[in-house]
């Protein structure tokens, strides 16, 4: 299995960024209505500083009128502008446009809060750069943004699926992986919820830190059972699952509070990017293994030579090196 999984190592780590985990960060609008007329807009960017930022922004309907003046600050990678709009006759069933989405590949997750107290999602995408507010939004839109966004995360986080492949390539036997996964599963949903709903506290860096020495460990584990030293993460893969899931876990919970969760809908919104998370970490896995079994088929045995057995897992374990000091170098920044 080491062998065969060693392409799909070096192309993860050729796509994988250098040592900031969990980027996903689409552009966030903000829109908090006050009155008929008038909205609180919250405009939240990825940008390199307070000056470069994606030349993305949001187009309101002709006659907006801007009230007061803008706020704008730089923290954690995004640019945030704070203003308030009047929009003649309200927004309701108007659009709001975002120029250059195309341009970008950048998506954009919209959310209204109503007077009322109700509130309106919505994912924009290059192929429909626009937003029109609805009357009366229903749970399904909860559902799809936030399955899609926990899809996207998990496929995007090169760190956690780089430690999904190591535990696949230390686990022997179908039944070994699904309790292995099941107990990831477990402990990253725990310490999710939790961080969410705001029982547990954990500073970012030093959980990004842990994560990536995480896969260093796991990596070493694998060339301990290669020379017939089997360590506790072959023998009972779903303790160290467990307890590597539960730091994954906050990993993702602060991911999701980059993009923020619906007040009205919390626990439906937790519990979607949750599955969303699952269902790409099973599309991994499967990708995975359905990749294994091909190459299996078509190199009939001829496996090459002894050293691809170690590359991988040496592969998996520099890079993951590197992003432990990149990580605790930020520590400081």
Partial sequence: MTRLLGALVVVLLFCAG?????????????LKQLDAET??????????????????KPVFPSGTQDVGTRTSIYASGAAVQRWRVRVPGGLEGKAVEFTELGLTGLDVLVRVERADGTEQLARVMAMTPSFTLKPSPGPLEVVTTYAVLGVEHILSGFDHLLFVLALVMIVRGRRQLLVTVTAFTVAHSITLALATMGVLHVSGPPVEATIALSIVFVASEILHLRQGRAGLAARKP????????????????????????????????????????????????????????????????????????????????ATASFWVFGRVAAFWN
């Fill in 39 to 56: 909205y609180d807009v919250t405009w939240k960017v990825p940008a390199l500083d307070a000056q470069t930022t994606l030349k993305v």
């Fill in 18 to 30: 250098p040592v900031r985990a969990d980027v996903f960060r689409p552009a966030y609008l903000q």
């Fill in 238 to 317: 779903w303790i160290v699952a467990f307890a590597f899931g539960l730091l994954h876990g906050l990993g993702f919970a602060g991911a999701l509070a980059e993009v923020g969760l619906p007040q009205n809908a919390i626990p439906l919104a937790l519990l979607f990017f949750n599955v969303g998370v699952e269902i790409g970490q099973l599309i991994f896995i499967a990708a995975v293994l359905t990749i294994a079994a091909v190459v299996r088929r078509v190199l009939r045995g001829r496996l090459g030579p002894r050293w691809t057995v170690v590359l991988p897992v040496y592969l998996i374990g």
